[in-house]
């Protein structure tokens, strides 16, 4: 029960209204009797009479399973509706005679947190809400004051939305929006609930929905785990088309100065400025597993032999987050957060798995050193090998079968931990081939990037110690937060749903959103609620 939202001298009990103190004075309050409160739910045994006496008919005899099915649903939901509305009805006639009794013993008050007390009591009011069985009215008393916003005591006890839609209904809006369009969110709820929510009022439900999540995991402190376990962090980002007005200003300015070839289609290789990077950040729990460099590539040739291969690191305890209107300084700090909450100490080995890009790793250095972490950075090995395949496309005719095995003879070289061996040697198989400069850039590239990572392809090092050195989790990532949802055909985001969408699926991935949904319900409580009154409540369980 919600306790301080009500008038003063004012309380409801699940059956009665009990007696009234204020000052000295006492006002014994009878409670309903039992036939009273059973006409207030007459609608509801009327539904319930009409479904018996429909399903008990000759028309439905002849329906089919499915048929039946059909309509039980949807009189069973307006069989729910009534229920709640007559619930609700109850609730309003115990307010109404607790009110009247105020006026008997002495003039009950609101204070707002305006300071004006209003006791001016009208009985009477309503609104509209829309729920996941129906539309239904809530009557309630308001206390008024000349010049002053009416106060609801009611809708405390109630805790009540400030708009018209549940909170079942927003949850539900959640749940339908993070794994599909929101015209298949929409069309889903009404199947479900009937016509009591439009497309547009679900943006806004689940815009709203995720506006706590930041402040949720900031309030968490997940569990440490043991020493020997590695801790690994890995970031990424992944573009998402925009429309045109949540572009960040570089990407706008590129996109008016873009023109296009035609008018009606994109030429080969045009890309329109119409994309905006959202960071993605990982991190997770994994015990080591040390590796050899021939239990990862295959020697070339392919394997032999019946040795087993041994398996990578497993990852455990995944923890995702992820943001489209923050940049990757943000995200890479909340993620470093969430690991140093994990391993205050940092006793544990910090593996840091990136893609190389440069102002990723300046960023992620700039956070170790900031909080003095020791981390391990390791570049990712899949990016390693595409590099590596454009270079022997230089070397080698696109069906060559002979391009595999070189591509695995440098590899070997390179997770033995010859990175800069392995580029020299590209380099003059290059110069002794006689290529062309243009014929040479795919090698030029592998040479740039292995020669100015070699810090970072320590693989032998990291096989050694049993650290992971693909990114596959964070790729992996990528794909299902952002890819199996905000790059669905055809979708053009605007900045607040993205960002919305993107935090709530990392959220459900994270496996938290029963929590998060009632730490959301009491932050949107004391917004709505307890803010308005000059005698603040706090909530119980």
């Known amino acids: 029960m919600v306790a301080g939202c009500l008038p003063r001298g004012l309380f409801f009990l699940d059956s009665e209204v009990l007696p009234v103190r204020i000052g000295r004075k006492k006002s014994p309050v009878k409670p309903y009797d039992t036939a009273s409160r059973a006409d207030l739910f007459a609608g509801s045994k009327d539904v319930f009479d009409a479904v018996v006496a429909e399903l008990s008919g000759r028309r439905t005899a002849t329906l089919t399973h499915a048929q039946l099915e059909e309509l039980v649903a949807v009189r069973g939901r307006e069989l729910l509706r009534q229920l709640l509305q007559d619930h609700l009805d109850l609730r309003a006639a115990r307010e109404e005679q607790a009110v009247a009794l105020l006026h008997q013993a002495a003039r009950g008050e609101v204070a707002g947190a305006d300071g004006v007390a209003r006791r001016r009591i009208e009985a009477g009011h309503h609104r509209l809400l829309s729920t996941i069985v129906g539309t239904v009215t809530v009557r309630r008393c308001a206390f008024r004051a000349l010049g002053a916003r009416n106060a609801y005591p009611a809708d405390a006890a109630l805790s009540l939305p400030a708009g018209r839609h549940s909170h079942g209904l927003a949850r539900l809006a959640v749940t339908e929006t993070v ?9 889903a709820i009404t199947a479900r609930c009937g016509k009591v929510i439009g497309k547009r009022q679900v943006e ?26 590695l801790l690994v962090i890995s970031v990424d980002g992944k573009g998402i088309v925009m429309r045109p007005g949540a572009l960040r200003q ?22 329109p400025c119409r994309k905006r990077m959202a960071t993605v950040g990982v991190v997770y729990d994994a015990e080591p597993a040390p590796r050899r460099p021939h239990d990862v590539i295959a020697v070339p040739g392919g394997r032999h032999g019946h040795r087993e291969v041994r398996a990578g690191p497993h990852a455990s305890g995944k923890w995702l987050c992820g943001s489209v209107i923050a940049g990757p300084g943000q995200v890479i700090a909340s993620v470093f957060d969430h690991a140093e909450a994990r391993d205050p100490m940092h006793a544990r080995t910090w593996v840091v798995l990136v893609d190389g890009a440069r102002h990723q790793l300046d960023l992620i250095r700039s956070q170790a050193a900031r909080r003095r972490a020791r981390i391990h950075i390791v570049i990712d090995l899949i990016h390693v090998l595409e590099y590596l395949w454009k270079a022997a496309w230089c070397l080698h005719a696109a069906d060559d079968p002979a391009a595999e095995d070189w591509v695995a003879t440098q590899a070997l070289a390179i997770l033995a931990g010859h990175a800069r061996h392995a580029a020299a040697t590209i380099d003059a198989q290059a110069t002794t081939a006689g290529l062309s400069s243009d014929r040479r850039a795919g090698v030029n590239a ?28 964070i790729e992996g990532a990528c794909r299902h937060l952002i890819g199996d949802r905000l790059q669905i055909t055809g979708a053009r985001w605007g900045l607040a749903g993205a960002e919305a ?3 709530l699926r990392a959220l459900i991935s994270n496996g938290d959103l029963d929590a998060y949904w009632r730490y959301h319900l009491e932050c949107e409580h004391h917004r709505v609620h307890q803010t308005r009154y000059q005698d603040g409540y706090a909530l119980t369980a």
Do not use: M
């Not at 995720?210 to 376990?229: H, K, M, N, S």
């Not at 008016?256 to 890309?271: D, M, Q, V, Y």
């Open 446 to 473: 592998c040479v740039r990037y292995l020669t100015g990572n070699a810090a970072f392809l320590r693989y032998d090092r990291a096989l050694t110690a049993g650290w992971p050195i693909a990114t596959g989790v």
């Open 204 to 229: 806004q439900l689940v815009v709203q929905g995720a506006a706590d999540i930041d402040a949720f995991y900031a309030d968490r402190i997940p569990l440490p785990r043991t020493a020997g376990e």
């Open 501 to 503: 969408v993107l935090k």
């Open 179 to 187: 794994r599909g369009s929101f015209d298949a969110a929409a069309a």
């Open 250 to 271: 570089a990407t706008a300015r590129a996109a008016a100065r873009h023109k296009n070839t035609f008018r009606t289609r994109l030429a080969s290789g045009e890309k």
